[in-house]
């Protein structure tokens, strides 16, 4: 008699031959997917539908009036203009005398912005963190923020009446024996009165993010300079300005890439036909050809030739900073 038995197929051949396994992890990825992960996070998500609305209807959908740069536009007819011109408002704003002094002025005035206003925040956030007192440090904090919440109107209304022929600055001035001066006619001084209003509205408020970064940096490396014998100076080198070099650098890159945006509110309201040869920059310019000269399709070929510069620039920027420190934005 045999003693042969006959084995039972295991679950996985019974009615038909058997299914190579899925690879580990499969469905787990599955479950992760977007699709999932829309599911699970639906909330989350939603709360980015005006965000990407906003972003959409006013920065991307006007990009489509562009096209005027390159066609004829008249007051109350297409709003994509009238016929195609080709580059010719290209040709005419590079060739216009008054153009290159206006893009000068907004080179001078976006790199003294950017030497100035970047770099005295990070001191501030040091010299603040240095701070012992939690009481002196918070008042030292709250008032370096105030003008930042100042309207724009408000902080030139400021600058008016602190250099006006009667106000405190030319008082100083008569104190000292000197001639009061109309600083705000003067085409000499807007540079330093542009830049000194940007450093008082603007580095209380930038020192935020530093701040935030220095609470991040680890105690214990602090601990391990004293030991070394590093004295406070070695420590802030060695320790602090490493520790908040990432976010340095993406701000710098942030910066860079706003450079030619020079503050179009503030200039507006500051400056006047006699301090045009130093205070007009591109986008006051645009606003004079655009707006009040209704010489749209050159406004529009001058703000695109901008916004390539803007481009090239923080693209620029983030590769060198990407090779060098290894820090970027993407």
């Given at each position: 008699m045999?003693?042969?038995?006959?084995?039972?197929?295991?679950?996985?051949?019974?009615?038909?031959?058997?299914?190579?396994?899925?690879?580990?992890?499969?469905?787990?990825?599955?479950?992760?997917?977007?699709?999932?992960a829309?599911?699970?996070?639906?909330?989350?998500?939603?709360?980015?539908?005006?965000?990407?609305?906003?972003?959409?209807?006013?920065?991307?959908?006007?990009?489509?009036?562009?096209?005027?740069?390159?066609?004829?536009?008249?007051?109350?007819?297409?709003?994509?203009?009238?016929?195609?011109?080709?580059?010719?408002?290209?040709?005419?704003?590079?060739?216009?005398?008054?153009?290159?002094?206006?893009?000068?002025?907004?080179?001078?005035?976006?790199?003294?912005?950017?030497?100035?206003?970047?770099?005295?925040?990070?001191?501030?956030?040091?010299?603040?963190?240095?701070?012992?007192s939690?009481?002196?440090?918070?008042?030292?904090?709250?008032?370096?923020?105030?003008?930042?919440?100042?309207?724009?109107?408000?902080?030139?209304?400021?600058?008016?009446?602190?250099?006006?022929?009667d106000?405190?600055?030319?008082?100083?001035?008569?104190?000292?024996?000197?001639?009061?001066?109309?600083?705000?006619?003067?085409?000499?001084?807007?540079?330093?009165?542009?830049?000194?209003?940007?450093?008082?509205q603007?580095?209380?408020?930038?020192?935020?993010?530093?701040?935030a970064?220095?609470?991040?940096?680890?105690?214990?490396?602090?601990?391990?300079?004293?030991?070394?014998?590093?004295?406070?100076?070695?420590?802030?080198?060695?320790?602090?300005?490493?520790?908040?070099?990432?976010?340095?650098?993406?701000?710098?890159?942030?910066?860079?890439?706003?450079?030619?945006?020079?503050?179009?509110?503030?200039?507006?309201?500051?400056?006047?036909?006699?301090?045009?040869?130093?205070?007009?920059?591109?986008s006051?310019?645009?606003?004079?050809?655009?707006?009040?000269?209704?010489?749209?399709?050159?406004?529009?070929?001058?703000?695109?030739?901008?916004?390539?510069?803007?481009?090239?620039?923080?693209?620029?920027?983030?590769?060198?900073?990407?090779?060098?420190?290894?820090?970027?934005?993407w």
């Amino acid at each position: 008699m045999s003693t042969s038995q006959t084995l039972d197929p295991s679950p996985g051949t019974r009615g038909g031959p058997q299914r190579p396994d899925r690879a580990p992890g499969h469905r787990a990825r599955a479950r992760t997917g977007w699709g999932a992960a829309l599911r699970r996070d639906w909330q989350l998500y939603s709360l980015a539908i005006l965000p990407l609305l906003f972003f959409l209807i006013f920065r991307y959908g006007p990009m489509v009036g562009n096209v005027i740069a390159f066609r004829k536009f008249e007051p109350g007819g297409s709003i994509f203009g009238e016929q195609w011109v080709g580059l010719r408002y290209v040709k005419m704003f590079l060739s216009d005398p008054t153009f290159w002094t206006v893009f000068t002025n907004t080179l001078v005035l976006g790199a003294l912005t950017l030497v100035f206003c970047f770099p005295l925040p990070i001191v501030l956030a040091l010299l603040l963190n240095e701070v012992r007192s939690t009481k002196l440090k918070r008042f030292l904090q709250s008032v370096s923020y105030l003008p930042h919440f100042l309207s724009m109107v408000i902080v030139a209304a400021i600058v008016m009446q602190m250099l006006s022929i009667d106000g405190p600055i030319n008082q100083m001035v008569k104190a000292f024996g000197g001639e009061p001066t109309v600083f705000l006619q003067k085409p000499d001084w807007f540079r330093t009165i542009f830049v000194s209003s940007e450093v008082w509205q603007t580095v209380g408020w930038g020192t935020i993010l530093y701040l935030a970064a220095l609470t991040t940096i680890d105690g214990q490396l602090y601990e391990a300079a004293r030991m070394d014998g590093a004295s406070r100076w070695r420590q802030i080198w060695h320790v602090t300005l490493p520790g908040i070099r990432p976010t340095a650098i993406t701000l710098l890159v942030l910066n860079i890439g706003t450079f030619m945006a020079v503050g179009f509110e503030k200039v507006l309201l500051l400056y006047n036909p006699l301090t045009y040869p130093t205070a007009d920059v591109i986008s006051t310019y645009l606003y004079r050809m655009g707006v009040e000269s209704s010489n749209m399709s050159y406004a529009a070929a001058i703000g695109l030739f901008e916004a390539l510069i803007g481009i090239v620039l923080i693209s620029s920027a983030n590769v060198i900073s990407r090779r060098t420190v290894g820090a970027s934005l993407w």
